[in-house]
């Protein structure tokens, strides 16, 4: 099945910007949906359609793809935005469509 | 539209679990609406194990084919999940959340999970 791969985690300063990749096999031909997931919560979906937001969600908060790579970048980070990030394509062409990638634990030092 | 899933909390191994989703703000059985149920181990990353459709119809994570029923109430508008034989692996927290999308479906929005722990 479908693979996708995320880094277990990435540390960035307050105030700065937080940049959390997933990378996948032909990532390109996918729509990439990320979400957001604070300590004890459900996930929140925060970017679909690789880069489109859903109401609610700050403009500093973005989402892109290049290749196989797709890439959530987070700016001017604040403290409420530590939290594991997700990202999810949906493989209509497997058998397990819905796939995660492992998860990205942010940490603002 | 707000999700909730809820249930027992303790299951003992080899037992059935079973859990609800309660919708609220919008109709289960309204056209196109699909649901789907996502599990996540205490301390671990998310799991899609199935997902159901509003006339009834429902598509399982191989890994789960035989074990999982999926089904639908829309006299209560809720949604229902059935796994036979559960061990210690099927210990987890449980969401249930609504699909969206035409083609590269996503999730939105999530209801606040329920933990089942399963003991021997």
């Known amino acids: 099945s479908y693979v996708l791969t995320q880094p277990p985690s990435v540390s960035v300063a307050l105030g700065q910007t937080a940049r959390i990749t997933c990378g996948g096999n032909?990532?390109?031909?996918?729509?990439v949906h990320w979400y957001q997931q604070r300590p004890g919560q459900a996930p929140v979906l925060v970017v679909y359609?690789?880069?489109d937001r859903p109401s609610g969600i700050p403009e500093r908060i973005s989402g892109s793809e290049g290749g196989n790579t797709a890439t959530l970048t987070i700016s001017r980070v604040e403290a409420g935005d530590e939290a594991d990030y997700y990202c999810?394509?949906?493989?209509?062409?497997?058998?397990?469509?819905?796939?995660f990638g492992g998860g990205t634990q942010l940490t603002i030092l | 539209l707000q999700l909730r899933a809820s249930g027992p909390g303790l299951v003992k191994s080899s037992e059935t679990l079973s859990l609800t989703c309660s919708v609220s703000?919008?109709?289960?059985?309204?056209?196109?609406?699909?649901w789907v149920w996502i599990r996540q181990p205490p301390g671990k990353g998310l799991e899609w194990i199935g997902t159901?459709?509003?006339?009834?119809?429902?598509n399982y994570s191989p890994s789960l084919q035989g074990r999982l029923t999926l089904l639908v109430d829309t006299s209560k508008n809720q949604l229902s999940l059935r796994l036979h034989s559960v061990t210690a692996a099927d210990t987890a927290f449980y969401f249930c959340?609504?699909?969206?999308?035409?083609?590269?479906?996503?999730?939105?929005?999530w209801g606040q999970g329920t933990l089942v722990t399963v003991s021997s």
């Open positions: 959340a609504r699909r969206f999308g035409d083609f590269g479906y996503y999730f939105d929005p």
């Open positions: 703000g919008g109709s289960i059985s309204s056209s196109n609406s699909h």
């Open positions: 159901v459709f509003y006339r009834g119809n429902a």
């Open positions: 032909n990532l390109g031909s996918k729509s």
């Open positions: 359609d690789d880069s």
């Open positions: 999810q394509v949906w493989d209509s062409n497997s058998d397990h469509p819905a796939v």
